[in-house]
């Protein structure tokens, strides 16, 4: 199974700035020091490189269906209101997409009619 890489941030001197790379679990804090320099020309400190912002999935974490997300009929033993969550949420991000199109398709139109009478 392949794990997925963690995110870590290397804070940058003398600024309130931080680069962001990905580590995966058989790489160490050298090997992100090394993309930064090699990559950005940026010489960054081990200590500077904050390693624990984000933590690995365990494996059962990431086995774990989404129950009641896509509509699946097989769901194991879960209290209805996590259910009801899930639907509402899916609910809601349907009504957003589709309000989005919307309006892209309306600023599509706009734009092609001030093109049009602009000529």
């Not at 020091?33 to 999935?57: F, H, K, S």
């Not at 769901?75 to 509402?88: P, Y």
């Amino acid at each position: 199974m392949d794990i997925t890489p963690r995110r870590v941030f290397g804070r940058l001197h003398d600024t309130h700035l931080s680069v962001c790379d990905y580590m995966f679990e058989d790489e160490g804090v050298e090997d992100c020091t090394a993309r930064c320099q090699e990559l950005l020309d940026i010489t960054l400190a081990p200590d500077d490189v904050e390693v624990d912002a984000e933590r690995l999935p365990e494996p059962e974490e990431l086995e774990k269906p989404m129950c009641g997300l896509m509509g699946d009929e097989e769901e194991e033993e879960t209290d209805g209101e996590d259910v009801v969550n899930a639907q509402a949420s899916w609910e809601k991000w349907k009504k957003s997409y589709i309000g989005t199109m919307i309006g892209a398709g309306i600023a599509v139109v706009v734009s092609g009619l001030f093109m049009y009478l602009e000529n």
